[in-house]
């Protein structure tokens, strides 16, 4: 098993900018989520998905959007990049969801760096 | 908003000794998970203690719960230079009924060879 596998590892845009951050894991898991990380401000928590169709704001979502049409992938779009989107995001994804009576730990991907000029 | 807090925010040990890492949160918890991050990388799940658990260890880990003062602490004994690494606490707000894990701020632990 891959795990959880993201793309690009770094990219750069200039303000203005559209992209994607490609996410995706091969462990069948229900729970998908994307955090950014930010020096000293620890990772905050952009959007999850708790299964294929259903997506839901974090702490931060502004600026962002998401979509899961598969299990499998769950992809972050940037439709105008802005510098305060300068961050490392991490996509992370858990058997079940984060309500769970059972031990539910995050995989992370590692991480893909986005600098916004 | 920061569900949980570490502190200190960075530790310098020499190897072989102990680190202790706390976390203070706000909110009543169903568990609380403690993760490490290596440099560079994402992080890795250590750890995770229930709300009716006050203490568990794991390897060289042990974690402690308090939930009357809404707190926990992760001691790593006999450090090695490879726990070199931020740590950090992460909780989901059970009286909030929401599937969102939150994380601290983090402790960056050095471990001095």
């Known amino acids: 098993n891959a795990g959880v596998t993201q793309t690009p590892k770094f990219q750069v845009l200039k303000t203005g900018q559209s992209m994607t951050l490609q996410c995706a894991q091969d462990m069948n898991h229900e729970y998908m989520s994307w955090y950014r990380q930010d020096p000293g401000m620890g990772l905050r928590l952009i959007h999850y998905?708790?299964?294929?169709?259903?997506?839901d704001q974090g702490e931060v979502p502004n600026g962002y959007n998401v979509s899961r049409s598969t299990t499998e992938d769950f992809p972050l779009r940037l439709l105008s990049a802005a510098p305060s989107q300068t961050s490392v995001y991490f996509c992370a994804s858990s058997p079940r969801d984060m309500r769970s009576s059972y031990n539910s730990p995050l995989h992370f991907g590692n991480g893909t760096r986005l600098t916004v000029t | 908003s920061q569900q949980g807090e570490e502190d200190p925010q960075a530790l310098s040990i020499q190897e072989g000794e102990n680190a202790t890492m706390n976390c203070s949160y706000k909110?009543?918890?169903?568990?609380l998970q403690w993760y490490r991050q290596n440099s560079g990388r994402g992080l890795v799940h250590l750890i995770l203690i229930r709300s009716n658990e006050r203490e568990k260890h794991s390897g060289r880990l042990r974690v402690t719960l308090d939930t009357s003062k809404k707190s926990s602490s992760l001691l790593i004994t006999a450090s090695r230079a490879a726990d070199t690494a931020s740590y950090f606490c992460?909780?989901?707000?059970?009286?909030?009924?929401?599937?969102?894990?939150?994380f601290g701020t983090g402790t960056l632990l050095a471990v001095q060879p």
């Open positions: 998905s708790v299964g294929a169709g259903i997506t």
């Open positions: 992460a909780t989901v707000d059970y009286g909030g009924a929401t599937n969102k894990l939150i």
């Open positions: 909110t009543s918890i169903n568990n």
